[in-house]
C-alpha cells in the first residue's frame, strides 16, 4: 500500500483540508466528517489514507478520497458513504461524468469484495453524527 502521507503530521493534513473546505466553501457537515475523521482511533489517517485509489488525486490530499476512505476503513463504507463520496466531488469541482465514473468504481468495489471483506471481519460500524448530519443535508437539496 501506498503511504504518501507518512512523513505529515496530523495538524499538516487536517490544514490542508480545513483549506479545501474553505476554499470550496463546503457544508459545515463536511467540517465536521473531516473532524471526526482526524480524531478516530480506529485509523491512523497518515498511514492507512493513501489517496485516490487508480487514479489522480485532484487536490492534495483529496477531501472526497479521504473521507470516503476513511469511511470505508472505520467500517462505515456502503452505497451512503460512496453518495457522500459522489457529492464531495461535485462540490470540489469535478465534472459530473468524471463523478459517476468514480462512483461506479467504488461501488462495484464494495458489491464484489470491501462489503464481504467487513462482514467477515465484522468491521460494520453506525455513521457518525457527521455523515448523519450530510446525508440529512443531502435529502433537503435538489440533486441529492
Known amino acids: 500500500m501506498k503511504q504518501p502521507y507518512r512523513l505529515w503530521t496530523i495538524n499538516e493534513l487536517e490544514t490542508q483540508l480545513k483549506k479545501q473546505c474553505f476554499h470550496y466553501k463546503l457544508n459545515l457537515t463536511i467540517n465536521q466528517m473531516v473532524d471526526e475523521a482526524l480524531n478516530d482511533q480506529s485509523w491512523n489517517p497518515l498511514l492507512d489514507y493513501d489517496g485516490c485509489t487508480l487514479v489522480q488525486d485532484k487536490d492534495h490530499p483529496c477531501i472526497s478520497c479521504f473521507l470516503h476512505d ?14 457522500i463520496f459522489y457529492h464531495i466531488m461535485l462540490a470540489t469541482g469535478f465534472k459530473k461524468s468524471e463523478a459517476k465514473r468514480r462512483l ?3 461501488n ?13 471481519k465484522r468491521n460494520v460500524n453506525p455513521f457518525t453524527e457527521g455523515m448523519g448530519h450530510y446525508l440529512t443535508h443531502l435529502k433537503g437539496t435538489k440533486n441529492a
Open 70 to 83: 476513511y469511511h470505508w476503513i472505520s467500517g462505515r463504507g456502503g452505497w451512503k458513504s460512496n453518495k
Open 104 to 106: 461506479i468504481g467504488v
Open 108 to 120: 462495484l468495489a464494495w458489491y464484489f469484495y470491501y462489503k464481504y471483506k467487513h462482514l467477515i
